[in-house]
């Protein structure tokens, strides 16, 4: 069934993007009541070793093409968070800053979107510093990104 929506009622983008994270809430729902183990559950080995290799062509596929022809800073951000839960630990600004290549101002910016969006919890909080808080996926993105790994990288048995 497809519903039709008159264009004089047309969905502001953020309404859009509230209802994209309740049904991202509602798949998470599914995904944890399924019988398969979420990826941080476990040693999570093979699957930090396939990450660190996306991550890795990543990094490989700017360099060979350009850096600027590619540009996705949430999701290399996402994806550094994800390999740091997988190793038990959190990241501060800065360490993604440097991991990542990107600026401290796009970091800053787009933590504040993903925080927003639910996707972060901050880990730590440093008084001195904002920029040394640790940071690491809310729950909702760790099932949010257990499930695409399971998508993307392992094969149907």
Known sequence: MTAHIPPESIVPSQEAADLIVALQRCLSNVHARQEDAAVLDGDGGGQLATLARYIEARRARATLLGQNLFSDPAWDMLLLLYQAGLEGRALTLEQLSEKSRLSMSVIVGQVGVLERRGLLDEHQ???????????????LAVDAMSSWFSLAFVADA
């Open 125 to 139: 909080t440093s008084p001195n510093s904002r920029r040394r808080r640790a940071i690491c996926l809310s729950p």
